[in-house]
C-alpha cells in the first residue's frame, strides 16, 4: 500500500483513506496530520471530520508536550511560508464527535518525561526554541516538504496537538513504540468492532501506516475510498 504523504513536483500530497469490511457497519478513516501545513489543508481536514461519530487521537493528552510543538509554531511566524499549525484551525473539542485519545490519561507519558533530571527536562525545552527558530530560519516550503516525506520521518511522527511517544520520552526502540501504537489501537478496536460507528483516526503518517496494516491484515478491512489533500505547495 502506498504512503500516505507523497512529494511531487507541486508539493506535499496526502490521503485521507477510509476503511470497510464486508457484512460489517463499522468504518474507519484515516487523516494523516502534520504540524504545520497550509490553511487549506486543515480547513478540509476540519470539515471532513464533521462526518464522524467519534475521533481516536493516535497520541496522549498531556501538559507536558507542548515543547514539541513549539517548533512548528515558531516556523508559522513566517509570514512568506504561509503556514498554519492545526491548532490555529480545528478546535478539536469543537467538534461534534467525541475524542478518544490512545493514551487517555498520559501516565506513561507523563511517569517518563518526571523520570528525567531537570537538566535534561530543562535542556529539551531550552533545545525547541532552537529548533524552531533554525526551521523559522532556513526551511522553505519544499524543505519542510521533503523533510515530511514517509523516509524522512521517526516512528513517532505524529503532530497534533497531544500526538507523542506515550511510551517513553527520549527512550525506548522503535519497534517497542511501534507495538505499543498497535496494542493501544487493539484496545481500542475490540471495544468498538460490534458497533456501527464512523471512527476518524488522526496519526501521523508512521502511525497512519501501523494502523492501516493492522486493518486490512489483521482485521479483513480494505481501502474502500481515498481522498487527495494537498497539505504544502511550493
Same mark, same amino acid.
Given at each position: ?15 485521507? $483513506? ?12 484515516? @487523516? ?24 481516536? =487521537? ?63 527536562? @530543562? ?17 522553505? $516550503? ?18 497534533? #496537538?497531544?500526538?507523542? #511517544? ?16 498497535? #496494542? ?12 456501527? =460507528? ?14 492501516? #496494516? ?21
Amino acid at each position: 500500500m502506498s504512503n500516505f504523504l507523497s512529494r511531487t513536483s507541486f508539493g506535499l500530497e496526502g490521503q485521507i $483513506r477510509t476503511f470497510k469490511k464486508k457484512g460489517q457497519s463499522l468504518q474507519f478513516a484515516i @487523516f494523516p496530520i502534520v504540524g504545520a501545513a497550509i490553511p487549506e489543508y486543515y480547513e478540509q481536514i476540519k470539515n471532513e471530520l464533521e462526518k464522524y461519530d467519534l475521533i481516536y =487521537l493516535s497520541g496522549s493528552k498531556s501538559r507536558y508536550s507542548w515543547p514539541q510543538r513549539f517548533a512548528y509554531k515558531i516556523l508559522t511566524l513566517r509570514p512568506d511560508l504561509g503556514l498554519v499549525t492545526a491548532r490555529k484551525i480545528i478546535d478539536i473539542q469543537r467538534l461534534k464527535a467525541r475524542i478518544i485519545y490512545a493514551d487517555q490519561k498520559s501516565e506513561a507519558f507523563n511517569k517518563s518525561w518526571l523520570k528525567l533530571s531537570w537538566v535534561l527536562r @530543562f535542556l529539551f525545552i531550552l533545545a525547541m526554541p532552537i529548533y524552531g527558530i533554525y526551521l523559522f530560519l532556513t526551511f522553505n $516550503r519544499e524543505k519542510l516538504a521533503k523533510f515530511y516525506e514517509p523516509s524522512n520521518l521517526p516512528a513517532t511522527d505524529g503532530h497534533w #496537538d497531544n500526538d507523542n #511517544d506515550e511510551e517513553g520520552f527520549l527512550d525506548g526502540h522503535t519497534s517497542r513504540r511501534k507495538k505499543y501504537t498497535i #496494542d493501544k489501537f487493539k484496545e481500542f478496536f475490540n471495544e468498538h468492532r460490534e458497533s456501527d =460507528l464512523k471512527i476518524a483516526i488522526i496519526a501521523g503518517s508512521s502511525r497512519a501506516e501501523l494502523i492501516s #496494516d493492522y486493518l486490512c491484515r489483521n482485521e479483513g478491512f480494505h481501502v474502500a475510498s481515498a481522498i487527495g489533500v494537498t497539505i504544502i505547495e511550493y
